[in-house]
């Protein structure tokens, strides 16, 4: 096949039928192929994991998948490769946890225990790409004491990934106390008008505090996935002159 524009891999990929799997994907992109289970059969989610630590993908992320479905895949599976079950963000994990390659921290606050589902996907993702990762649970702007008691730890951390339902304040809240990236997550818990987190997603969006970026409803894998990459980046370049001045010193 044609190498992608821009990179030196060329790309290579498995087809098994049921699924065409992208081997190059670790390469050009820094983590292998990620697994969505949900909508898969326990036969299909067995093969895809199977097929790719056949080609020499040591670690493999299975995300979005019941915890019948995983029994099943996991006496499915042929590569003898340990499968291991996260039930409260059904991640399956195969291959066990790579080291740690991150930066810094990175912390996922979320608003409310209904929140942790969505928060551990997004934990869990980032602790499976390489990073350190401290979780902050129930900090919801209804007791912001809770949120300000953590002050400390937050302004350590490299990204914040920070996930609510209801209004979605936390992450603006969060957002006007760090100097770092902050990541909302939307998640679809709360009341009627609440319309399955769409309130969340709009409210999250229109935050008033810089450095908030959002991801889709209940996406904790793409806020774990994207806090990563931050993570991974290449530190600070040193201040060019010896006269620089803070931004806001600056009139």
Known sequence: MTKVPGSTVTPKVADIGYAQ???????????????????????????????????G????????????????????????TPLEYHA????????????????????VACAGTSDLPVAEEAALT???LGN?????CDVGVAGLHRLLAHADQLARAQVIVAVAGMEGALASVIGGLVSCPVIAV??????????????T??????SCASG????NIDNGFGAGYQASLINHLPGRAPAQTSDARPADAQR
């Open 21 to 55: 799997l992208d081997l190059s994907r670790g390469a050009r992109c820094g983590a292998g192929e990620v697994v969505y289970g949900e909508g898969k059969t326990a036969e299909q989610v067995a093969g895809i994991v199977d097929a790719l630590i056949a080609a």
């Open 57 to 80: 993908q040591r670690h493999v992320l299975v995300t979005r998948l019941s915890a019948e479905k995983f029994e099943r895949a996991r006496e499915l599976m042929e590569s003898g």
């Open 88 to 107: 409260d963000a059904r991640i399956a994990i195969a291959g066990g946890m790579p080291v740690q390659s991150g930066n810094g921290t990175i912390v």
């Open 126 to 128: 980032a602790e499976f």
């Open 132 to 136: 350190r990762v401290e979780r902050v």
């Open 186 to 199: 939307p998640t679809s818990v709360g009341y009627g008008a609440n319309l399955g987190g769409l309130s």
């Open 201 to 206: 997603l709009l409210s999250m969006l229109n």
């Open 212 to 215: 908030v970026s959002v991801v």
